[in-house]
């Protein structure tokens, strides 16, 4: 297109051009970004925003709009989490790749494997060699020129497809899924299975972050917050399954919740006793080094903003005053 238009001398298409690995998605199909386009994200956010706010809002009533939005969000990953953990989705008795599928992804990566496993019944697949247990096959579709390669392992279960869908989604495309369907594959092998997908994402993410807590003495309240919450998500996930562990979860929660206020209480016992030694004055006259959790506080500085208006203000109040005056001085020598 370039040469086309005689451009080869412009500076900014030369720079785009050089640096195309970096906005061209044919240079980073084979890099995971689960299909998202990189503003797409904003983009929602930025829709979302639109459709809830406008100028007349103040800040607060914009916070309010905000967490209500927040609020219908979670509820929905709840109601969508409680779908995927009660009961596999419909048509699940057709071949046993899909129901093992319908068994491990949630609902929404169900539909989109239910698709591709659809649409590859009707590609073309034929074994173009066989070296030392490694098959090549040729994939095409009807109608279209475009060759796609897949190689599968046969024995290590191994699978790879010139799309490079499952590098960049995590979900086997309809091409691989034709290859096993060919060889008979009644399952999808746990390789291929991203745990992000999966209906268990959740609760394996509480064991992460139980293996990854030694900073936990450093991490901040919302880390530590984020933390339990992964770990209550589990226990509740679980505890609701019978009545019996219910009561367990529950019995244990308030033994919990005794031992933290007690805990609480205490620091706030030795934290009163603290303060109470030193006083601020006498703080201020030593140097501080000894306090760690009083310091004293002052008022910020005051600096005038720029753009502000608040000289202008007074002189127009200035003005004011001075013209109310003379008509004062007017009216009572007018009086006189
Ligand atoms: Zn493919």
Redesign the pocket.
């Known amino acids: 297109m370039i040469e086309n238009f005689e451009l080869q001398g412009h500076a900014w298409l030369k720079r785009l051009y050089e640096l195309r690995v970096k906005w061209c998605p044919a240079f980073s199909i084979d890099i995971f970004s689960a299909r998202i386009r990189s503003t797409q994200r904003s983009e929602s956010m930025n829709s979302i925003l639109h459709q809830i706010m406008n100028s007349f809002l103040s800040l607060i009533q914009v916070m309010q709009h905000y967490e209500e939005k927040a609020k219908e969000f979670r509820q929905i990953e709840l109601n969508q989490d409680f779908r995927c953990k009660n009961g596999a989705p419909n048509k699940v008795n057709g071949h046993g790749i899909l129901k093992h599928a319908s068994n491990v992804y949630t609902l929404a990566m169900f539909k989109r494997f239910e698709k591709e496993l659809i649409d590859c019944i009707g590609l073309n697949c034929v074994e173009f060699s066989n070296i030392e247990n490694i098959s090549l096959y040729h ?1 095409t579709e009807d109608g279209r020129e475009r060759i ?1 390669y ?1 190689e599968f392992d046969v024995p290590n279960s191994i699978v790879s ?6 590098e960049s989604l995590g979900l086997l ?4 899924l034709r290859v096993f369907l060919m060889n008979n594959i009644k399952e999808i092998p746990e390789k291929y299975i991203l745990r992000r997908w999966t209906k268990k994402a959740k609760s394996l993410l509480a064991s992460d972050f139980r293996a990854s807590s030694a900073h936990k003495e450093k991490s901040s309240c919302l880390l530590r917050f984020n933390e339990l919450n992964h770990i209550g998500y589990n226990l509740f996930d679980k505890g609701s399954l019978t009545p019996k562990c219910t009561q367990i979860v529950k019995e244990k929660l308030f033994e919990a919740l005794h031992l933290v206020e007690n805990e609480m209480a205490t620091m706030q016992e030795a934290n009163d006793s603290e303060i109470s030694k030193h006083t601020p004055f006498q703080d201020a006259i030593n140097d501080g080094n000894e306090r760690s959790s009083e310091k004293l506080m002052f008022d910020p500085v005051c600096v005038k903003t720029k753009g502000s208006r608040n000289s202008q203000m007074k002189s127009q109040f200035e003005k004011n005053q001075k013209k109310k005056n003379k008509e004062g001085n007017a009216l009572s020598s007018f009086k006189r």
């Open positions: 994939v796609y897949v497809c010139s799309c490079n869908m499952f495309c309809r091409h691989a």
